[in-house]
């Protein structure tokens, strides 16, 4: 979802996403042990996009739920254990785009 508001020096934007994944296994064989349940992530943002549009600043967020999650997992059990691998955490950060026209 975004919604735009026009301002004095530009244009405000505010973003709001949802990735939803259904539950799924890691091997052939549906191994429990190597499955994630269904999750969803949710990230925002916010830019603010000048006038002549060559310049852009924005603040974020992924996965501000701090959802844990995988997103690979691999029968190792032949050397005594399995590996997961997570997803990534909640991040936060700040993003500049400069256009040359």
């Given amino acids: 979802m975004r919604y735009e508001l026009p301002v004095t020096h530009g244009m ?6 949802d990735k939803y994944q259904s539950g799924q296994f890691f091997s052939v064989n549906n191994d429990p042990l190597l499955g994630q349940r269904s999750y969803s992530i949710a990230n925002v943002r916010v830019s603010l996009t000048s006038r002549s549009e060559s310049l852009t600043l924005t603040a974020f967020g992924r996965n501000v ?14 050397y005594g254990f399995d590996e997961y691998v997570p997803g990534d955490p909640r991040t936060y950060g700040v993003s500049v785009l400069y256009r040359v026209r």
């Fill in 65 to 78: 739920g701090n959802r844990s999650y995988l997103v690979g997992a691999y029968d190792l059990s032949t």
């Fill in 12 to 17: 405000l934007a505010f973003e709001v996403d």
